[in-house]
């Protein structure tokens, strides 16, 4: 893994995605290295150097002190095109020097992420007077997880994440997606059921979006597991079905008990 140190000339980004007003990215790359991050698409990256370099923006936190005080109040999501408590993070703690930053100024924040580490800086989330922690959770299949994501946070640990932050009054939510092709309709009141568990307010779901050099990018790494392979070529390009059948289905059970469920779909 190659880290290297550079300086920013900006901090906050203006956002499109929903509820946002900002992004924030301490970090360009990630350390995470999951299957199917569509980040290398997005920034225009080589897919192969992906997972394998980190660029630390050490001076985001004196950057954003700047502009926080001539920006007008908005929601700042951290991140949106890398983990913003990835491994380096324990290092630099630029994401916590940020919201230290954000906190003299209480914007609020959406933040998003797979790592335990965040549970660090519940000291500081806890003290916003709006903030979200949303905690991506692709499948309860950790086998799985650990073949598509294998350096992120177990599945056990983020949702031990999401019960510290709902009892310490944190409004907490679930990015349940890109959402396993190996997921029966029948386990989607247990999943559900898990996340509920958790105490979160909602669940924002979607399926997968296989953009250029992802589907070989998965094949690779479940060589070990053709069937796991298999499945992501029947379910995602085969069926066209699948989602549509799963979505539905989330959907009816999110209303039999009262789960507010958003489509990203």
Known sequence: MKITEVECKSALS????????????????????????????????????????????????????????????GVVGISTVTDPYQPVERKYKLTRYCLEQLLRHDFPVCVQTKSSLIIRDIDLISKFSVAEVMISIATLNDDER???????????????????????????????????????????????????????????????NLKPGILENIKESASCDPALYDLFLKNVIENKEYYKALRNEIFKIGKAKNIKIIDAF
């Open 14 to 73: 203006s956002s499109s995605l929903p509820g946002l007003d900002y992004s924030l990215n301490p970090y360009r790359g990630c350390q995470h290295n999951c299957a199917y991050c569509y980040a290398p698409n997005v920034l225009r990256l080589d897919r192969q150097k992906w997972g394998y370099f980190i660029e630390a923006k050490t001076n985001i936190p004196l950057i954003l002190s700047k502009e926080l005080k001539h920006k007008k109040p």
């Open 146 to 208: 650990q073949l598509l994501e294998p350096y992120s946070s177990s599945i056990k640990e983020r949702l031990d994440v999401l019960r510290k932050y709902s009892d310490a009054g944190v409004k907490t939510s679930i990015f349940f997606g890109p959402i396993y092709p190996t997921i029966k309709k029948e386990e989607i009141p247990t999943i559900l059921d898990t996340f509920t568990d958790c105490r979160v307010s909602e669940i924002l779901i979607d399926g997968f």
